[in-house]
Each structure stands twice: as C-alpha cells, then as structure tokens.
C-alpha cells in the first residue's frame, strides 16, 4: 500500500512524502538451491533513482519462497518525476547477496488529483537480468515451476 502525502507549501507534483507497505513476494526463485538444501533468504531494497539518501530495507525472512513483511518504508520529499526501485535480494552467509528481481513504480502514477493521502494497493512483476547479456537486459522473473515471481506492496 502506497501512502502519498502533499506539504502544505507543495503542488501536486513536487515534495511529497511516499510510505510504502512492503507486504510480501510469492512465487520467488530458490537461489539457495545450488550451495544448500535451504531456500532464499529475501529482503527488500527500495531506492528512489537518483537519491542515494532516499532508500531503505525490510528485514531478511529466512528459508522462504513466499516471504511476508508488513514493513513500511519511508521516502520524504519525492517528486512526482522520480521512479521508486525495488529489488529482492537473496542474504547469502558465505556468497554476496544475490538478486531475485526487481521492479520500479513511477511516483507520478501514484499520485491522483492532488489528493492529500490515498492508498493504492499493487502487484508488481518481477523482472531479472537476462544472463549472458549487458546488465541492462531484463527478462520476467519466474519460479522453478514457471509462475510469474511478484512483489506485493
């Protein structure tokens, strides 16, 4: 669920504040499964694009193809052209933390009519790198059994 909140002093397009629910993912790839018998161990990254200082985490949910949250993150002073990324990564305890996928939300989409606060519940589809191409390719995230990987929020 998205929360969208004008300051007094902003227009519709510029200073808003975003708190996003991260409620949960379903049907992610097991990365685990080439170095243990365990599952993904999930959490998520949210970013604006372009603001290093406007980002945040859930928590790692351990053993879990279907992970829950309940989180909110919280992004102040957005605007309505910026994007919000997300990415679901994989804590891995001897390997770097891979990436399951990701997806991004233009803020503009969420805002409508000026209102001062609205929730806009979504299901995002989860895209990956593409291997063996440039790191801008993307292609659908799936799960083993072919279902389309998504991120609720």
Known sequence: VYKVQRKPSATPIAGVSIKVRVEGAEHLKNTDREFTEGLSDPYVVSEVVGKSDASGRTRTVRDSLNPK????????????????????RDKDLHHAD?????????????????????HVPMVLN????????????MRPCTSSGGTRSTLKV
């Open 98 to 118: 891979e990436d399951i996928g990701g997806a991004k939300v233009k803020v503009k989409d969420l805002i409508v009519d000026g209102q001062e606060s609205m």
């Open 69 to 88: 949250w309940g989180e909110i993150l919280d992004f102040g002073n957005v605007t309505a052209d910026d994007v919000l990324q997300f990415w679901l």
């Open 126 to 137: 989860l895209d990956e790198p593409a291997q063996g191409s440039d790191s801008s390719a």
